[in-house]
């Protein structure tokens, strides 16, 4: 099937079939990343849309014709919002100085190391607007895998004092009783690129250290949406569950049914 480049707020969107039986309306892929897979050109950022959306794209004839150009235009906005300035970062810790994303911004990352710390896992930190130092032990100035070990308790207690900001918060609006939760890198028993996990019956929420490189916006989404698991349990994402999100969250229907797919470098460490 031919191709329609769709052009919006001067950025080529290159829109595609996705062929499969996945429940997502819409997938955002960055420049390359869809492309090199099938030995093609990139000729901008690229959009996989479900089949049935994508035949009746063709059958408007054009786009401004499109039933569904509004909800369209209206999610690419999200996409440059959230995403856009984010998708080519590549998570360089090896690297002094590397580069990492963190909520939702490209950030400079450096190693200092230093004879004030002696404990291989001790680190101190300083964080500002594009930069983060870790103060580490000298013992790990060859030691990589290591210092990637801080790195991850790093951004493991970063990730944890934002969800007790917020998680506390909804609950309360929620009428729920604290849901415990654990922060892992990947999720325990699970194969996929899922970033948290409702486990109702446990009372427990399960998230991972690469939700930290979302924007705020979308991890307070996230946090949300796995505690209206918890009242709707098996019900999954029913009307209801929809409905009680958008009680809070403007656009939370849009915001999930609609999958962001940013550079997988920025998720992974």
């Not at 209206?74 to 440059?80: E, M």
């Not at 729920?176 to 996990?197: G, Q």
């Not at 939370?252 to 962001?260: P, R, T």
Request: hydrophobic content about 40%.
């Amino acid at each position: 099937m031919k191709e329609i480049v769709y052009q919006y707020k001067g950025i080529d969107f290159v829109i595609y079939p996705l062929i499969s039986a996945q429940q997502c309306k819409i997938e955002i892929f960055p420049k390359n990343e869809f492309w090199n897979t099938h030995n093609m050109h990139s000729k901008g950022v690229n959009i996989k849309l479900s089949l049935s959306e994508y035949l009746m794209l063709q059958k408007a004839a054009k786009i401004e014709n499109w039933y569904f150009k509004t909800q369209l235009d209206k999610y690419l906005d999200y996409h440059i919002k959230y995403n856009l300035g984010v998708i080519e970062i590549k998570n360089e810790w090896v690297l002094n100085p590397g580069q990492i994303c963190f909520l939702g911004k490209k950030h400079i990352l450096k190693w200092e190391f230093t004879d004030q710390i002696t404990s291989p896992i001790e680190y101190k930190s300083k964080i500002s607007d594009g930069e983060i130092i870790l103060f580490v032990s000298k013992v790990l100035d060859k030691r990589v895998i290591k210092r990637r070990a801080v790195l991850m308790n790093f951004l493991k207690d970063q990730l944890g004092e934002i969800i007790r900001q917020i998680q506390p918060k909804y609950e309360e609006k929620l009428s729920l009783k604290p849901v415990d939760f654990d922060i892992y890198e990947l999720l325990p028993n699970s194969k996929s690129t899922t970033i948290a996990c409702a486990w109702y019956t446990k009372n427990l929420i399960q998230y991972t250290i690469s939700m930290i490189c979302e924007h705020p916006d979308l991890i307070q989404l996230t946090i949300l949406h796995e505690l209206l698991h918890h009242i709707h349990k098996d019900k999954g994402h029913s009307a209801g569950f929809y409905k009680d999100g958008e009680k809070f969250i403007k656009d939370f229907k849009l915001l999930h049914k609609f999958y962001f797919r940013p550079n997988h470098h920025n998720k992974k460490f």
